[in-house]
């Protein structure tokens, strides 16, 4: 079995972007290394065409599949763990819009149940179907299951997975105070509080705003907790990283773990050049 001794791999991340829109996410994982596959929910690939003209990014390096279903999605990720592929990122974008996804699958197979067995499946309000309690449950199944094969595709093939998600803002009253918050949109409660404990690098996008009015404001990471917005980095990365229209991956992601590297090797220069086993009886 491995221990902490052997050599880390550290040129590959499992990454969450999370942030309101426009906050530039997709704009960020596009600047990860490349080929990439894009798993499409958002249906907002043309976004990227002007990050990619001013960066000069070969648009055969972008590929990506639009989905409206989860099933479909499934396929991919089988096929992208199973068969050797030439991918260097894998980016899902977004959360938000594959739980929509997940969603519609379970109204559209129950859909299927009533057609067949003329039997009224589920429950519609004004003549909408709705979802029950059991499609959050689906739902919060579907994501681990990915959030799983995510991981294994990570550590095999050793690639950067970059999961994107939208926040939605909380108000609350602490001590007379008005504390803001921000969470994962999810349809369920449970989905959006695991996500984030299975990724390496957690980044908060922001807007900076900007004290001159007719002046948009700065775009922005926040790689730690500042609070308010939850992040996490185990990489030597500043606390905020105003990245705005510059390439995040090699402005600062690549000489963090390049600093990183060099931070390990002198690590192992102090530690005894011995090999400790342990008897099992």
Known sequence: ????????????????????PGTRKSTAALSFPKPQYWFSHDKKMNNLLTPMSKWGV???DIHYDSYNDFAKMQQKVQQLKLNPHPYKTIVLDSLTSCVDSIL????RE???ITRQSGQQAGIKIAGI???????????DSALAEIVREFKDIHEYFRINIIIIAHVLITYSKENSKTVVSRTIITAGKKACLKIPAYCEEV???????SIEADKEGAYEIMT???????????LPLPLRIPFGDEQLYNGWIKPAIEKQKQQFEEYKQTQPATTNTIEVK
């Open 110 to 112: 129950k859909a299927g």
């Open 129 to 139: 179907q709705v979802n029950e309690q059991e499609d959050f449950n689906a739902e």
């Open 104 to 107: 519609w699958q379970t109204k």
């Open 203 to 209: 980044y908060h996008f922001n807007i900076a705003s």
């Open 1 to 20: 079995m491995p221990t902490m001794a052997d050599e880390l791999k550290l040129d590959s991340l499992f990454c969450l972007f999370k942030g309101e």
């Open 224 to 234: 730690r907790h500042t609070g308010q917005d939850f992040a996490n980095t185990s």
């Open 58 to 60: 070969n648009k055969s």
